[in-house]
């Protein structure tokens, strides 16, 4: 079982906006900064954001983190088909002194 | 851009040593600005954190492997290793090794607040743990 908890799977049409969540406690989310990646299918996973909502270069505007408390959310808008994969979110556990990860959601475009 | 490529036995036996090597091209593994890392991740499942260097040698362990981990980094070949001992099926999965930013920020109690992410990742590696 994941330190950090995400929703198996989030579905939305080609067009919409989708958030995903990620729950965790003081010690991690509530205290450190969060990252959050994606997997296309079999595929490496690729940084999304980090520092709670900051985008690397060439992550498009579509996508966005947010954190509030112990909870983070990413967010995508202008759903696209090739926005399927799995999302991870990651951060820093100060009492485990492990960076930990959530056990990722599966985003379908239907 | 930095890339990164695991290399190493795709089998390894029950009880043996699993060791891979992670070879970085587009710069230098001695910048000051990076960590090294290993993550994992078993068939159809999600990410692990195996642990974490720095060029000088420093490292930092995921407490639930530290006792059969052993990470180091060779400067002159610009690659960085993994040996995990004592194998078992459960150690079977894709082991990737990844570019890692850590810092530290203080907020007004001047608690640390810590920032750590892996910006550039290797395409992965898939070992199997099989006599």
């Known amino acids: 079982q994941s330190v950090l908890t995400q929703p198996p799977s989030v579905s939305a049409a080609p067009g919409q906006k989708v958030t995903i969540s990620c729950s965790g406690s003081?010690?991690?989310?509530?205290?450190?900064?969060v990252s959050w990646y994606q997997q296309l299918p079999g595929t490496a996973p690729k940084l999304l954001i980090y520092?709670?909502?900051k985008r690397p270069s060439g992550i498009p505007d579509r996508f966005s983190g947010s954190k509030s408390g112990t909870s983070a959310t990413l967010g995508i808008t202008g759903l696209q088909t090739g926005d399927e994969a799995d999302y991870y979110c990651?951060?820093?556990?100060?009492?485990?002194?492990?960076?930990?990860f959530g056990g990722g959601t599966k985003l379908t475009v239907l | 851009q930095l890339q990164l490529q695991e290399s190493g036995p795709g089998l390894v036996k029950p009880s043996e040593t699993l060791s891979l090597t992670c070879t970085v091209s587009?710069?230098?593994?001695?910048?000051?600005?990076?960590?090294w890392g290993w993550i994992r991740q078993p068939p159809g499942k999600g990410l692990e954190w195996i642990g974490s260097?720095?060029?000088?040698?420093?490292?930092y362990y995921n407490p639930s492997l530290k006792s059969r981990v052993t990470i180091s980094v060779d400067t002159s070949k610009n690659q960085f290793s993994l040996k995990l001992s004592s194998v078992t099926a459960a150690d079977t999965a894709v082991y990737y090794c990844?570019?890692?930013?850590?810092?530290?920020?203080?907020?007004?109690?001047?608690?640390?607040?810590?920032?750590?992410?892996?910006?550039?990742w290797g395409q992965g590696t898939l070992v199997t743990v099989s006599s």
């Open positions: 260097i720095y060029y000088s040698g420093s490292t």
């Open positions: 990651g951060t820093w556990d100060s009492s485990l002194s492990a960076m930990v």
């Open positions: 587009g710069g230098s593994i001695s910048s000051s600005s990076y960590y």
């Open positions: 003081s010690s991690n989310i509530g205290n450190n900064y």
């Open positions: 990844a570019s890692m930013l850590r810092d530290y920020y203080y907020d007004s109690s001047g608690y640390p607040l810590h920032s750590h992410y892996f910006d550039y």
């Open positions: 520092d709670n909502n």
